[in-house]
């Protein structure tokens, strides 16, 4: 384990970095458990995570020492619970963010609702936050991040599970270049507390707007899954709640997680 000070913004500033965890959402669920004072910002990092979680029970897998993995420790108490969605919203701009200033502006970096990051229909990054709450806040959210940089090569079976349509790709299968993890990890670092100060300083309508600005497949028909039934359909947005709103034979419906699937 090493401890790294970061002399920025205050997410990244306490990094400990694991060569080895199982997984970095786990490790510091665990140790929140135990009441262990991490300042708010605190990262955690695995060089190599070896039972990482996705969303919706998959797994994470990630090539040792060529990805990031990590976990935000986020305090974010002046949301309320029914108000999770903001969180998300700004994490995703954050990374969205930190993406175009690696890759440049030249290619498409969307968010797919609600929080894979795609860059060129691909996913290069996923993310999993797992909140805890008191009474009508939030009080402990613990974000936890896979952004694949320098692995040139996925497995099918380690991705069919993770909602992806098509393999994934990485920051070096898109640009060729090869790039230094901790680098990296603070220029997401820094861009996602851009976006999360301006949560806290309440600029949620303006956040909302740009999360739906980068909506991957906005206002394009394509196929969903809808309950259990295929349909043709077209974003037009998120609801406050974070249900994604999608019109199909000229009704608009707002969709849960559980109640929707990308073809
Ligand atoms: C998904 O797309 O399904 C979300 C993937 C989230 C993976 C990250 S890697 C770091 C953190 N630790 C975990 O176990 N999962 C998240």
């Not at 060569?19 to 991490?38: G, I, Q, R, V």
């Not at 694949?148 to 992806?164: A, H, I, L, P, R």
Request: net charge positive.
């Amino acid at each position: 384990m090493r401890i790294k000070a970061h002399n920025s913004g205050f997410i990244g500033k306490n990094t400990v970095i694991f060569d080895s965890l199982p997984s970095t959402n786990d490790y510091l669920k665990e140790e929140l458990a135990k009441s262990k004072p991490f300042p708010e910002g605190t990262v955690i990092m695995a060089v190599h995570q070896f039972s990482g979680k996705g969303q919706r029970g998959a797994s994470w897998y990630s090539e040792k020492g060529l990805n990031l993995t990590f976990s935000i420790l986020l305090c974010p108490v002046f949301l309320k619970p029914q108000e999770q969605f903001y969180l998300t919203a700004a994490i995703s701009l954050g990374i969205l963010a930190g993406l175009e200033e690696v890759i440049g502006v030249g290619k498409a970096i969307q968010v797919k609702w609600p929080n894979d990051i795609y860059v060129n229909d691909r996913k290069i990054a996923g993310v999993l936050i797992q909140n805890s709450i008191r009474g009508e806040q939030l009080k402990h959210s613990v974000v936890g991040i896979g952004l694949n940089v320098n692995q040139m090569q996925f497995e099918t079976g380690d991705y069919k599970d993770s909602g992806v349509t098509g393999a994934p790709t990485s920051l070096q299968l898109l640009t060729g270049k090869e790039y230094g993890l901790e680098s990296v990890l603070q220029l997401i670092c820094t861009h996602i507390e851009y976006y999360y100060l301006k949560l806290k300083f309440g600029e949620r309508a303006g956040l909302i707007k740009e999360y739906t600005d980068h909506l991957y497949r906005y206002g394009i028909k394509a196929n969903y899954k809808i309950n259990g039934t295929s349909a043709q359909g077209v974003i037009l947005g998120v609801d406050l709640q974070g249900k994604l709103l999608i019109e199909v034979l000229g009704k608009v419906m707002g969709l849960g997680i559980k109640e929707v699937s990308f073809e």
